[in-house]
């Protein structure tokens, strides 16, 4: 479980291919500190398993399904990479929970200047956005970050000059894949109200005006 609130800005040092998986070893200092076999490490908000480590890298392999449903298959040798440890009970939750399993890939569309802030655009895919509400939290990633607005395939984040300057959204430009994981709530309360992709927010066991007729509610 982790939080969302990069703790540094690490480097590929190494991307090793296989037929369909991904072997990376990446450059880090901070998140070192303890590191030992077996610990989870977020990498541009995927939860990867460390394999290998020394006084200031880490080696972790990168699975079929991992490199289909993010963007880690694209990483080369120098590109700089979101890390984050595992949350410590004992830490506050200064982001939103985050599992560092990955729902889809967005793409940056625009970045523009706000004053302070730059205000990113980011188009996603349905399975994302379905969970994307304005105000509501997301995982770009691996960034904690607060949804400003959303349309029918696309959202929008504002970044502080401190999230600029030790991410990796700081220095991606227009055209950058980015991992994208959504607020793991939105998913409980859509299974619990029996909603599905398919069925839709009217659909057969989710919640309509009928629905709300049935159980004695006036619209």
């Known amino acids: 479980m982790f939080t969302g609130l990069v703790e540094e800005l ?11 998986s991904v072997r990376l070893t990446v450059t880090a200092k901070a998140i070192m500190d303890g590191v030992k076999l077996g610990d989870s490490i977020a990498v541009n908000g ?3 398993t460390v394999v290998e480590y020394g006084g200031d ?4 392999d990168v699975m079929p399904e991992t490199v289909e449903r993010t963007a880690l298959a ?14 410590r009970v004992v830490d506050r939750l200064g982001g939103h929970i985050v599992s560092g399993h990955i729902d889809g890939v967005g793409t940056i569309k625009t970045k523009e200047a706000n004053d302070n802030a730059v205000v990113v655009r980011i188009a996603a895919p349905a399975e994302v956005m379905r969970y994307i509400v304005a105000k509501g939290s997301i995982a770009v ?13 696309w959202f929008t984040v504002s970044l502080i000059p401190h999230t600029a300057s030790v991410t990796t ?4 430009g227009v055209g950058a894949p980015v991992n994208l ?20 927010a009217g659909g057969k066991g989710g919640l309509s005006a009928r629905f709300f007729a049935d159980n004695g509610f006036t619209l």
């Open 46 to 48: 995927t939860c990867l």
């Open 141 to 153: 990633d691996g960034i904690s970050l607060t949804v400003a607005a959303a349309g029918p395939d």
């Open 10 to 20: 690490g480097k590929v040092r190494a991307v090793a291919r296989g037929a369909k």
């Open 169 to 172: 959204l700081g220095v991606k």
């Open 57 to 60: 890298w880490f080696t972790a």
């Open 74 to 87: 694209g990483l080369k040798s120098g590109d700089a990479v979101n890390l984050e440890r595992t949350l």
């Open 181 to 200: 994981e959504a607020d793991v709530i939105g998913k409980y309360v859509e299974k619990l109200l029996g909603l599905t992709p398919a069925d839709g």
